[in-house]
């Protein structure tokens, strides 16, 4: 099994930054795939980025290119840098861990970019 611990969510302004952070636990694979999904109201969830366990190859939803940054300074913490929010980056942030065939959910942590 394997658990996943969200933080760092909360009110940020348009212009502004958040950091997300998720811990991992349990018995997590030397090879997977970590990242960061979203769900606004009344939209389906998608893929916000993901980076490989190496760290080596990331990927980004188009609207958060150069914008947001994923990175790895564990093998079991990822984070996600967010800046420049913009209001349409309001929703439900949820890390996820893909590996052994098998895809693990946190419980979600709640951004709101308003002014």
């Known amino acids: 099994q394997v658990q996943l611990v969200e933080s760092g969510g909360g009110l940020g302004e348009p212009g502004g930054s958040l950091r997300l952070s998720c811990a991992a636990s349990?018995?997590?694979?030397?090879?997977?795939?970590m990242g960061w999904y979203r769900q606004a109201p009344g939209k389906q969830r998608e893929l916000v980025a993901f980076i490989s366990s190496a760290g080596g190859s990331t990927n980004y939803l188009d609207s958060v290119k150069g914008r947001f940054t994923i990175s790895k300074p564990h093998a079991n913490t990822v984070l996600l840098q967010m800046n420049s929010l913009k209001p349409q980056d309001t929703a439900v942030y949820y890390c996820?861990?893909?590996?052994?065939?098998?895809?693990?959910w946190g419980q979600g942590t709640q951004v709101t970019v308003s002014s």
């Open positions: 996820s861990v893909y590996q052994g065939g098998r895809r693990y």
């Open positions: 349990g018995r997590i694979f030397s090879i997977n795939t």
